[in-house]
């Protein structure tokens, strides 16, 4: 791959769904990388149907799934014409687990072949989607349903995807592939989850595109890593900055915090560019290159191009929330908003930027009076339980349930439940028998100099022109 061949503006794929097909379209629209976020496509799938699938876009995508008769039994499970009553609990989703789930399977396959495939539509620019490493459970069949649609990168941060190359090159053949699953006190017995393209659509097909790969790292010495073998080796790197939003690589050493109660980076979380360069792969830069001046910054640097998040979160094609979205953007303007990098936060033990919004879970008052549930699931760990079996956890969950799980006390203080958190910022909370409604969270980079220069109510493309207007093109 050489440089002219490649985008130079990568969107980042954020949240849950804050990233949707609308805005991946409307970038890839302009030529740049457009990008979907695969994180829970299976409950944002599953929510839309039972809302009625306003405007039809879903029913049309899976109109279009290969096998009709998969696409029908997730139809036949969730839609609901003309949406659920309001207050009414949403149905729920299988969770992830080690056990083989044909229906979970299903849903999560024709999820991501549905995303994509919409984002493709009316353009014939380039369209990615993105992952979590840390969400194993989901990654082959998520994968299989976006390679389905044609998508043409795959983006996976958040872990190490030594795996992910091999598992590209399986499946886009329609052959089994599979990925190891950290299952903790598991020694050396080894764990998967796969999925098998013929046995799950039931009849062979042609040969995929295989698209690239573009693993998301914050260290020259993982990229290193990656690029040592044929195996493991990606098409290309993200160098992601700790200010970058979402979740954040830890400092390397002992983690230090600031008086603010923030992690404290240093020289030794520093990316030597130089050194991913002669790695011979492309790569682009991300947190704090959202402004005009950013792109020229990091070619100078010898990367590609830049990704950005944040200006695309906040732009009229984002996923968020309307009302959420307008309250970000009017506390960004004047300068009230506040991105905290909270050590605490998110079940995953990794810092997370939490927008500071009241009403939301970013407010002391609101998350104390949640009940702390776990009944998605996406970021539990799978262990090893005493008597035997495999158990699963998350440090979110009840105190009293994770604490006979194994685990102590204070691994559970401050965290919030980033699956339910998410899924609400994008106007699918769920509603509770009881009432309650899961409040948001919201997540941005801790640089928002990019509003400077942009329209009150910025487009899609309002940003990429905003940020590619000094690069030659």
Known sequence: MNRVSEPILIQGGMGVGVSGWRLARAVARTGQLGVV?????????????????????????????????????????????GGVEPGTPYRPVPRLGLRPSRARDELTVVANFAEVFLAKQGHDGPVGVNYLEKIQMATPAAVYGALLAGVDYVLMGAGIPAEIPHLLDELAAHRPGQVTIAVAGAGDAVHTVGLDPR????????????????????????????????????DGFVLEGPIAGG????????????????????????????????????????????????????????????????????????????????????????GTLEVRNDPLASPTGFPFKVAGLPGTLSDTLVYDERPRLCDLGYLRTPYIKQEGGVGYRCPAEPVDIYVRKGRPAEEADGRRCLCNALVAAIGLGQHRADGYHEPALLTLGQDTGFLAGLPADHSAADVVRHILKDVAR
């Open 247 to 334: 979740h954040s690589a830890p400092p390397r050493g002992r983690m230090r915090l600031d008086p603010d109660g923030e992690p404290v980076y240093g020289p030794r979380d520093e990316v030597d560019t130089g050194k991913v360069a002669a790695l011979e792969l492309p790569f682009w830069l991300a947190g704090g290159y959202g402004a005009p001046g950013g792109p020229a910054r990091a070619l100078a640097a010898g990367a590609n191009g830049v990704q950005v998040g944040s200006a695309f979160a906040l732009c009229r094609e984002s996923g968020l929330d309307g009302e959420l979205r307008q309250r970000l953007l009017r506390r960004a303007a004047d």
């Open 199 to 234: 046995a799950l659509l039931g009849r062979s097909m042609p040969p995929l595109a295989r698209p690239r790969l573009l693993a998301i790292v914050s260290s020259h010495v993982l990229a290193a890593y990656l690029a040592r073998s044929a195996n493991t080796r990606p």
């Open 37 to 81: 976020s695969g994180t829970a496509l299976d409950v944002t799938l599953a929510r839309r149907l039972q809302e009625g699938d306003p405007g039809g876009h879903l029913r049309q995508a899976l109109a279009r799934f290969p096998v009709a008769a998969i696409a029908d039994r997730v139809l036949g499970r969730y839609f609901i014409p």
